[in-house]
T-cell receptor, first 112, second 117 residues
Framework: EDQVTQSPEALRLQEGESSSLNCSYT??????LFWYRQDPGKGPEFLFT???AGEEKEKERLKATLTKKESFLHITAPKPEDSATYLC?????????????FGKGTKLSVKP | GAVVSQHPSWVICKSGTSVKIECRSL??????MFWYRQFPKQSLMLMAT?????????EQGVEKDKFLINHASLTLSTLTVTSAHPEDSSFYIC?????????????FGDGTRLSIL
């Protein structure tokens, strides 16, 4: 069964304290892995797509990496405005385009 | 800027009422849109795939007669929750992919918070 597990569930950081969020996945064949940011009461905002092991993507203080079993979202020197829930989703080969399997997310709080 | 617009953002209504939620793609045509539901502290779960000009495809366990989907144009899909009950209270979110390769990411609307009294 295709599955996505994110850890930790919640993470509290001080401003400037770098850390990583984990997304472990089990999928029959990976078409793509997606990272989203979700603010309270809002829909997910697209951050990155990763397609193959070894691939990395960067955007400002965020960097996403991918292996055959997991993905990491590294946050360097976070700021309070980075506080949000970060969602990971996978799309399996052979599945419909819409069938994204989401993890429950990691709620990140960055204190000034 | 936003590429998918969803309306309304918040609905509170009495049990038994039917509620319609609109999802629009902005500045692009979406032959396919998706409807998700998210309960507190839970994952987004795909409910159905909305196909322009044809019937929607529902995920297992989702009642098609309760959650009516209409995709009448290339920029608009609607989800109607019929005879809503308190257990239907949830956060409903739509998404669409911009035209291109099959690996285009889905872009999400800002969701509709539905509260049934």
């Amino acid at each position: 069964e295709d599955q996505v597990t994110q850890s930790p569930e919640a993470l509290r950081l001080q401003e400037g304290e770098s850390s990583s969020l984990n997304c472990s996945y089990t999928v029959s064949g990976l078409r793509g892995l997606f990272w989203y940011r979700q603010d309270p009461g809002k829909g997910p905002e697209f951050l990155f797509t990763l397609y193959s092991a070894g691939e990395e993507k960067e955007k400002e203080r965020l960097k996403a990496t991918l292996t055959k079993k997991e993905s990491f979202l590294h946050i360097t020197a976070p700021k309070p405005e980075d506080s949000a829930t970060y969602l990971c989703a996978v799309q399996a080969r052979g599945g419909s385009q819409g069938n994204l399997i989401f993890g429950k997310g990691t709620k990140l709080s960055v204190k000034p | 800027g936003a590429v998918v617009s969803q309306h309304p953002s918040w609905v509170i209504c009495k049990s038994g009422t039917s509620v319609k939620i609109e999802c629009r793609s902005l500045d692009f045509q979406a032959t396919t849109m998706f409807w998700y539901r998210q309960f507190p502290k839970q994952s987004l779960m795909l409910m159905a795939t909305s196909n322009e000009g044809s019937k929607a495809t529902y995920e297992q366990g989702v009642e098609k007669d309760k959650f009516l989907i209409n995709h009448a144009s290339l920029t608009l899909s609607t989800l109607t929750v019929t005879s809503a009950h308190p257990e239907d209270s949830s956060f409903y979110i739509c998404s669409a992919s911009m035209p291109g390769t099959v690996n285009q990411p889905q872009h999400f609307g800002d969701g509709t918070r539905l509260s049934i009294l």
